[in-house]
Each structure stands twice: as structure tokens, then as C-alpha cells.
């Protein structure tokens, strides 16, 4: 195995024959430096997109497309790095530079060639954020007498924009998706409007059931700009980071308008521009964005399933999303059908309220114990051994990202293999209650359940005891044939009373709010959203390569679509922010390989 200075040199020398394959225009050159399996995964800096080139032929094609207007330069291992070798494979953080842009990534090579190649459009030369250096004074010295103060301006801005002045983009949806684009936007001086219906921002998360709170650890949620402090929680309740969403939109500057609802929007081709109609303080207001955001959640609308008998049940029905905790039913039978997370969550506090509760499990779970996945699933890149190790938040962003999700369950199969033997008994106990377990079609676990299908697991924080030595009574695979006025008729012929029936059933594909908010037209142009084409459980073909529609163009021109969980609106907000202020400075933006539609919902 090589040292670093070695590992840096061989590095170095695949970098700098890459760099003058690219200069030159020599494609074939270029290709002769890739492993015949390899990967170039993409995030704008080459395609104005987010691309996953999968082997020689497909990067051969990229490179064909938009080396003209990219002209990669200075090629380097970054600043203050040095490459390093784990089971002969050297890897390294590099910088390099395009025509409009500065890039930040990650090499791996193999037997001399690059195996993964990860590049990232970091800034746009010319429109760098002021930070660092460029950070603004903030005091205006001198004698001015007409000078503003900050609070002044702030408040100008807000009187202005969106009324005397159009946003160039507009943000459907508060949330941490929301605010984290608008964050970035902010810096990068694209005038930017963010509408909620709710009354404060951060009640995305009061306005949810009381126990709920971030199954993630602190190190994976930081929001762009602004980490969270050294002594906050590891797993954050609800209400506390509805207060850290909150002071974050106040303290970033963020035009938020709370208590606002999209009524409609439509697109004009010829003017490029949406008209977007927006009711606030009771009144209709006409918005004219170039851009439109929709952040509405990437899990997108409630899915509520029709039984029969739903109207003429006589107790109370709510979607998981519309459950407000337990406080009402002490003593009451309440019946919660589904058996994900937010079924496990809403029934540990029901049972901790005192109500009798029954799980009906629909189909199969994959669960992972929260302490199991700290430590072998997360600990590496997102927990405090890391930080200790030198781990920032952007390099565990990168390095997550580096890993083509062709090939990322290839490495998740043995965590969870770890996982399964280290937690036996635990999870022989839900399978001795009953319990459908499984860990993805293949075996790999919770990341790619997540990235496949956004569905079909639960992170324990305590439920499964309960399921396990049926303080949680469990149904298993069974369905809802019907409801009676004061009961749940399941399909194996088992009545249960009820006073209560919870449907965590998930949601549906997110191109559901563009249906709502523009037309089932735009919402079958731009097609399903999520998923990688796996081929796997609600994951149809074909294959991908990237989640579909997230953070990159859609077929319908100024449409985005941002949001996941806290990670990935840290992460992906850079990207998209980057591209829509090209777009708004009206730079040359060549996209290339822009996404099928083969799924409608």
C-alpha cells in the first residue's frame, strides 16, 4: 500500500494527463484514462444537470457534448489535501475550474485508471458569494444624510418585492427545503420569494404529532451556513427545530411570506414567465416568477385510501400527516394502518397516552435500530468520531455523493449484513410477534428503500419493543376489506373496534402539487418524481442513474422541484442555486442529457 506522498503523485499524474486530454479535445485520450468500469457522476459542473455517465461510451458521449463550452482547466489535488490508499484504490479531493465556474470533487483510481470521478460546480466565477474575504462591511461609515439603516432596507425590500417589484423566483413551500434554496439564492442576489400556508415558518413540524422528532443525527441536519451548535441534541424534537427554521428564514434575510397559499399558476412560453396567483392576508396577489420552485416535500400529497364504509364510519379518520398526537385518546381503540415510520412513531404515543392501539402491517418493513445505524451505518461520515477524524459536513456531503447509485448497494449489502448479525435477537423478537421484516429486495438496507422509493422502513427509537411484547397489537399481512360504523373489517375476516383509524399510508409521487397548482399536463410532462429506476419493490424500470426530477431541469422549462430530507437540502440547495442564477445572469447553459419521462406518477 502506498503512503500519501505516493498515493498523491500517482494521483496527481492521472489528473494532470486528464487535464491535457480535456485541453486538447482528445476524447479518446481522455477515455483511455477510465477503467473499462467506470463512473462520472456529475453535479452541473460538465452538464448544466445532475448526471450519472456510466462507463467509457456514455462519458466518451458527455465529453463530446459540452467540452466546447466547458473547457476544463487546472486540474489539481484541492488545497491542503493529499490523496490516500485503502484496498488499492487511491482516492482524493480535487479541484479544477470550467470556462464559467470553479469545482470541487473526488477521484478514485484503480490499477492506475479512474474508477469514480465526482465533480461539482462549487461557484460561478464573477458571481462568488460574499463570504470570507468578500464579506460585506455591514456598517456604511461617513456622513450620509439620507443614509438607511439595515432595518430600513429590510423593510423596503419587503414592502417591494412581490408587489412594485417581481421575484425572479419563487419557492412554493416553507419548509427546510424551502429556506435552505432561499438561503442560497439570497447570497447569490436572485431575488427570491418563499410562500407557506402556515402562519410561522418551522410549523411544518409544531403542527405534527408531539413526539415526533428527527430520526437523523444532528451531524447529518445542518442547514446551509449556519450549523447547529456543538450542544445541541443528537436527535431534535419537533418543536425545537421548528424554532431553528424559524430564527434561520429571520436571520438569512429570507422574504417569507407565511399564511399563503398557491392558487394557481400557469406557464407563457413567449414571455418565458409564470403567472402565479397567490392569496395573502386575504387577498388575491399576481406574481410574475421566471422561476418556480415547487418544495412541497419530496414525499408530495398525502396518499388516502379509499375503503369502503369510510362514510359511514362514526369515529374519527386522519392521515398520518393530519394526526395531532395522542392527548385526545386515552382509553379510546384506535387502529393505525400501516407499519412504517410514522405508523411506529404515532403508535408509541398513542400507547404512551393510554389509548389501545392496533398496527395493521400491510406488507413487509425494513427496520433498523437507531444506535446500530449511528454507529455502523452513519458513524464514519455523520457522528462525532467523525468530526474528530477531520470529517467536515461538505466532505461527508461529497463523499456520499461520490459513490454512483449504480453501484451504492454494493456497499450498503454488507452494512446491513453487519447490522442483521449484530441485532439477531432483536429482530427474531418481531418476527416471533409477527412482524413482516425484510431489507430491501437485495439486502441493502435503509439508504437505498430511501432512495428507491422514499418508503418502507422505520429507524427504532423505541416502537418495536412495544409491537414486539404486544403492548402494540400487530396485524400482519392483511388489509382494510371495509369499515363498519364503529369498526375496522380486515380482509382475513378480524373486526377491530375503533374510535380512531390513522392512515399512515404514505404519499404520492410529488408531481401532485404541480397537477393541483398548474395542470395534470405539466404534472404528466415532468413525470415521477424520485426513485432511480431500479427495477425494484415501487421502483419501476427503466434505469436512471439519478432520482428523478430532483434539484435539476425538468421538461417543463422554469419548473424545479427541491426538497428530501435535511441532507439533501443542505446539499442539493448549492447545486440548484447555482443553476438558477446562471439562468437569471443569462449564462450559457448547454444541458446536457435531460430526463425521460417514462412514469407518469
Partial sequence: MRDKASATAVATDVLNRLGAALAA?????????????????????????????????????????????????NWRIADGEEASETDDVIEGWIEFETALARGYGQIRIKEGRIWTLLTTMQELKGFEEPMGVRRPAGAKHGIDASRKTWAEERAQEEAELGLSRQPYCLIIGGGQGGIALAARLRQLDVPTIVIDKYARPGDQWRKRYKSLCLHDPVWYDHLPYMPFPDNWPVFTPKDKIADWLEMYAKVMEINYWASTECVKASYDEAAKEWTVIVRREGREIELKPKQLVLATGMSGKPNLPKFPGMDIFKGEQQHSSQHPGPDAYRGKKVVVVGGNNSAHDICAALWEGGADVTMVQRSSTH???????????????????????????????????????????????????????????????????????????????????????????????????????????????VNVARLTENSVILTDGTELPADLVVYATGFSSMNG???????????????????????????????????RNMWKPTQQEGLWLHGGNLHQSRHYSLYLALQLKARKEGLPIPVYGPQPVHHLS
Fill in 25 to 73: 479535445g482528445d476524447v479518446p485520450a481522455a477515455l483511455e484514462l477510465f477503467q473499462a468500469d467506470c463512473y462520472w457522476r456529475d453535479l452541473v459542473a460538465f452538464t448544466w444537470n445532475l448526471k450519472t455517465l456510466e462507463g467509457r461510451e456514455q462519458i466518451g458521449d458527455m465529453l463530446r457534448a459540452q467540452l466546447g463550452e466547458a473547457r476544463p482547466e
Fill in 367 to 477: 427496520i433498523v435500530k437507531s444506535d446500530s445505524l449511528m454507529e455502523i451505518g452513519l458513524g464514519a461520515l455523520y457522528s462525532e468520531r467523525a468530526v474528530a477524524s477531520g470529517m467536515t459536513t461538505k466532505k461527508a456531503d461529497l463523499t456520499f455523493a461520490s459513490m454512483p447509485y449504480k453501484i451504492m448497494h454494493q456497499f450498503q449489502i454488507p452494512i446491513y449484513d453487519r447490522i442483521r448479525e449484530r441485532d439477531a435477537d432483536f429482530y427474531k423478537r418481531l418476527e416471533d410477534a409477527g412482524f413482516m421484516l425484510d431489507f430491501g429486495d437485495d439486502g441493502s438496507g435503509l439508504f437505498m428503500k430511501y432512495l428507491r422509493r422514499g418508503s418502507g422502513y422505520y429507524i427504532d427509537v423505541g416502537a418495536c419493543d412495544l409491537v414486539a411484547d404486544g403492548r402494540i397489537k400487530l396485524k400482519s399481512g
Fill in 513 to 547: 402539487w404541480a397537477a393541483d397548482l398548474i395542470s395534470q399536463e405539466v404534472a404528466d410532462r415532468i413525470g415521477k418524481v424520485w426513485g432511480l429506476g431500479s427495477n425494484t419493490s415501487k421502483d419501476p424500470g427503466p434505469w436512471e442513474g439519478e432520482l
